[in-house]
């Protein structure tokens, strides 16, 4: 149950102490999850979690604190203690938050079919004709894990500058993680799938048939697949590895809590900083390269419509025709160097304060079609998938190595390639793209950040890219 008139009080008792600033943030959330192993239900779970926070801002600093007990009582005590806290600060350098309109607005993603209407049953029979689909394909899958993830998240926002939002998102999610041994040799693959609406998401997945295919690749991938010899070649990259490369070194490291070092003791800091070589207007890729993070792509996993300090969202350009463009900002991360708050701002729980976070992120499309990229590379690798992935903490010296691969000799896909490495660094990978495809596709994740840990729902991914003269072994 989210009490309004509960978080308009905490509001109002915070606005009679010496503030600069206060904001109150209520959430509550049911969440369902179904896991089924091996054809057999492991865990079937309904969790309600409810709660509220404070932040307050003081000359002195920035104070949090949060309760899941939705009492008047409580609520003056949060108050208290998160002032307490931001006038113990006495910081050195004053926090200031960035000037921004006051907002009242409600928003919510529709479900064309409640997830609230299908039964457990229903739900736990979708895994289980997956599961028996997969073991009917003649393949050997000893193992076989599948997960289905529901979460309904009701927000309420209210701030003392007059914000006023309230908010209703449905997110569908699944995760399936599958063994395939051939000749006694095994690979392994997982994909993860996000929605914000409602059931209908199962309708638009192809879960059985993406699994399918997977695993007929990777047996395929066991009898026939070959090593590549070292050396510089061209490449192409799936949507996939795209998505991953776009994510990890453009995404994490334009974020300016990492810019700024606060992000530096616990994942990491960024190879962009005020007076080094990269900052905005740096050359970082070819001219056909631009990076953008949007929130506001219609039912993607990380969709909202207004963050949580109560900004607008936007597409936010990160990389523009191969320059940096544009940091994620915050409201605090904004003031400080100068801008305004681009709408990055999130938390994925009431108990968790809100920080700069990504929300998809994607390389943008190009006009070249798919054949059109493979014909012009006489000798050379397609990743169309990754297995692992390693990264400095500044973003910079990054590792791909690939699931599923095959050899590109002219213009055409030939044998399969056993585990493809790329060792490289962010400007020497987006420089290298010379060709785009026009075909946008969108993979959905959990990106881990913050202490304690947030992870939170998000899309990456773009169309195919091809990339001349990378080194690969």
Same mark, same amino acid.
């Given at each position: 149950?989210?009490?309004? =008139? ?46 509220? %926070?404070?932040?307050? *801002? ?30 113990? +600060? ?37 895994? #289980? ?18 997960? %289905? ?53 199962? =309708? ?5 048939? $993406? ?6 690749? *990777? ?13 510089? #070649?061209?490449?192409? %990259? ?7 490369? +776009?994510?990890?070194? %453009?995404?994490? /490291? ?5 810019? *700024? ?13 005020? $007076? ?13 390269? !631009?990076?953008?993070?949007? /929130? ?16 607008? +969202?936007? /597409? ?50 190009? =006009? ?36 599923? +691969? ?6 055409? *896909? ?19 793209? =010379?060709?785009? !495809? ?21 899309? #990456? ?13």
């Amino acid at each position: 149950m989210l009490d309004k =008139d509960l978080v308009d009080y905490a509001l109002e008792h915070a606005k009679n102490k010496k503030i600069e600033y206060a904001e109150v943030r209520a959430q509550n959330q049911n969440r369902e999850g179904i896991l089924l192993k091996n054809g057999v239900l492991e865990a079937y779970s309904m969790v309600v979690n409810s709660g509220l %926070c404070v932040r307050i *801002l003081t000359e002195n600093g920035l104070g949090f604190a949060s309760t899941n007990k939705w009492t008047r009582e409580e609520a003056e005590e949060i108050v208290n203690t998160a002032f307490k806290t931001a006038n113990s +600060a006495k910081r050195k350098t004053k926090i200031k938050f960035v000037e921004e309109k006051a907002v009242k607005t409600s928003w919510k993603v529709q479900q064309k079919k409640k997830t609230e209407d299908i039964s457990p049953e229903a739900k736990i029979d979708m895994l #289980m004709e997956i599961d028996n689909t997969l073991t009917t394909q003649g393949i050997n899958i000893p193992a076989r894990m599948l997960s %289905c993830s529901i979460a309904l998240t009701q927000k309420y926002f209210v701030n003392s500058e007059g914000t006023i939002i309230s908010s209703f998102v449905p997110l569908m999610g699944m995760y399936n993680f599958i063994t395939i041994v051939e000749n006694g040799k095994p690979e392994q693959a997982h994909k993860q799938y996000g929605y914000s609406g409602g059931w209908e998401a199962h =309708d638009k997945w192809k879960v059985a048939e $993406d699994l399918v295919r997977e695993a007929k690749a *990777l047996q395929k991938l066991i009898k026939e697949g070959k090593a590549v010899s070292p050396s510089k #070649m061209d490449l192409v %990259c799936g949507p996939e590895v795209v998505g991953i490369a +776009a994510h990890e070194s %453009c995404g994490h /490291p334009m974020e300016a809590d990492r810019i *700024l070092g606060r992000e530096m003791s616990q994942a990491g800091k960024s190879f962009i900083y005020k $007076d080094g070589s990269f900052w905005i207007g740096t050359k970082i890729g070819s001219d056909i390269v !631009t990076i953008i993070d949007d /929130p506001t792509i219609k039912n993607s996993y990380g969709y909202y419509e207004y963050d949580d300090e109560g900004i607008k +969202a936007r /597409p936010r350009y990160l990389y523009k025709k191969g320059v940096i463009n544009e940091f994620l900002h915050n409201r605090e991360t904004a003031a400080k160097i100068g801008t305004k708050s681009n709408g990055a701002s999130r938390a994925i729980n009431y108990d968790r304060e809100a920080i700069v976070r990504m929300a998809n992120t994607f390389v943008q499309p190009r =006009d070249m079609s798919e054949d059109e990229i493979f014909e012009d590379v006489k000798y050379g690798i397609y990743m169309r998938s990754f297995t692992e992935w390693n990264i400095d903490d500044r973003r910079f010296n990054q590792r791909y190595v690939g699931r599923e +691969a095959y050899l590109i000799e002219k213009g055409e *896909l030939t044998t399969p390639v056993a585990r493809p490495i790329i060792e490289t660094t962010t400007k020497t990978f987006w420089t290298a793209v =010379d060709a785009i !495809t026009k075909t946008v596709v969108l993979d959905s994740g959990t990106c881990g950040k913050g202490d304690p840990m947030q992870g939170m729902p998000v899309y #990456m991914g773009g169309p195919m890219i091809r990339l001349r003269g990378l080194f690969v072994k």
